[in-house]
């Protein structure tokens, strides 16, 4: 699949009165542009001024652009948004390398994404530091859910539910409302028993108690360990409408029924709506179960990469890779 990406300012994108005497900066001529916020499916020249769209029409003359490039034969696209990455490649101020996260910029815009949404590298804790070092650095628009756990993804931190602290991770997410999606929760007490102090819901229950605080989403990845901590009683009971479930197709869900289609229960919590995100991840993308699923008619409501050092390089590489994936498996390009 060939592409061309545009950042699209939906303020600009349609202000016909933008074609006047003076030239565009660059004109894409005869791309096929895909473009569903806006209902667009179809052959439109797209004309950029002041790297913003100035206009999108059928036929755009030529002599008004100082650059024209021909895009027939390519799709067109608004820039891609990824909204499960790990890009926090500064992480400990005290020194110590986190190892986990890549550079945004460097993987970013090479296939076509233009924002990209850390998911919980960092906590309350470290985030002004990942905003001075990082978001702030970026050519990338970078945005995050800030982790329940207030060290963030670092060590067995998540591991201990005295980080959690519902009311901390809420205060920063509405001080930065321009920077701040939601709030993560992850990896947590996934093999040891259950004691006092580990129970089987403290890092969702504090996940859910910070996100209701600042008005925002929980993104989970989650391991259930049933009987006192199911995938049901997650998706059905404990998330609330517009929560995220990520990984959905990983090995430990039990997305498909005893007769291989997709489980009743996740259509029932998608009417109650959550959100299921792919998340491919380096594990977390299983065919078994994502083959079944969406040939059944349970699709994600979200592809993101879930990218980090252990699949840049192997089984994600970047998003147009995990897109074609899911174009291969069935998804129709408008919904990819």
């Not at 890549?102 to 924002?115: E, I, L, N, Q």
């Not at 504090?206 to 209701?212: D, H, I, L, S, T």
Request: negative net charge; aromatic residues 10%; proline residues 5%.
């Amino acid at each position: 699949m060939l592409a061309l990406w545009f950042d699209m300012d939906a303020r600009s994108i349609y202000t016909f009165a933008a074609m006047r005497a003076q030239n565009f900066d660059l004109l894409l001529k005869r791309g096929h542009v895909i473009d569903p916020k806006n209902n667009l499916d179809g052959h439109y020249d797209v004309a950029i001024s002041n790297g913003r769209v100035a206009a999108v029409s059928r036929d755009i003359d030529p002599a008004l652009a100082d650059h024209v490039i021909e895009a027939g034969g390519y799709f067109v696209t608004p820039g891609l948004l990824d909204i499960h990455v790990h890009v926090y490649h500064t992480r400990a101020p005290q020194g110590e390398p986190e190892g986990l996260s890549v550079v945004a910029d460097a993987h970013s815009f090479r296939s076509g994404v233009t924002t990209m949404v850390d998911t919980g590298t960092s906590g309350q804790r470290h985030f002004l530091h990942f905003k001075s070092t990082c978001i702030d650095r970026q050519k990338t628009r970078i945005l995050a859910f800030v982790n329940i756990c207030d060290q963030g993804m670092l060590g067995d931190f998540e591991q201990d539910p005295l980080t959690f602290d519902p009311e901390l991770a809420a205060a920063t997410v509405l001080a930065y409302p321009e920077l701040c999606v939601g709030i993560k929760t992850a990896h947590y007490w996934t093999r040891d028993s259950w004691d006092a102090v580990h129970t089987p819901w403290a890092s969702v229950d504090a996940g859910v108690a910070a996100a209701a605080l600042c008005n925002r989403p929980l993104m989970v990845d989650f391991w259930p360990r049933p009987p006192l901590r199911t995938y049901q009683e997650l998706i059905l009971s404990k998330l609330r409408a517009g929560d995220i479930h990520t990984h959905v197709f990983a090995q430990q869900f039990p997305v498909l029924g005893a007769d291989g289609k997709p489980s009743a229960f996740l259509f029932e919590a998608r009417k109650r709506g959550v959100v299921f995100d792919l998340g491919h991840g380096a594990g977390s993308f299983w065919y078994r179960n994502a083959a079944p699923a969406m040939g059944g008619g349970f699709s994600p409501d979200s592809i993101s990469t879930d990218l980090h050092t252990g699949n840049v390089h192997g089984t994600v590489v970047d998003m147009i890779t995990t897109m074609s994936k899911m174009l291969n498996l069935g998804m129709p390009l408008q919904e990819v």
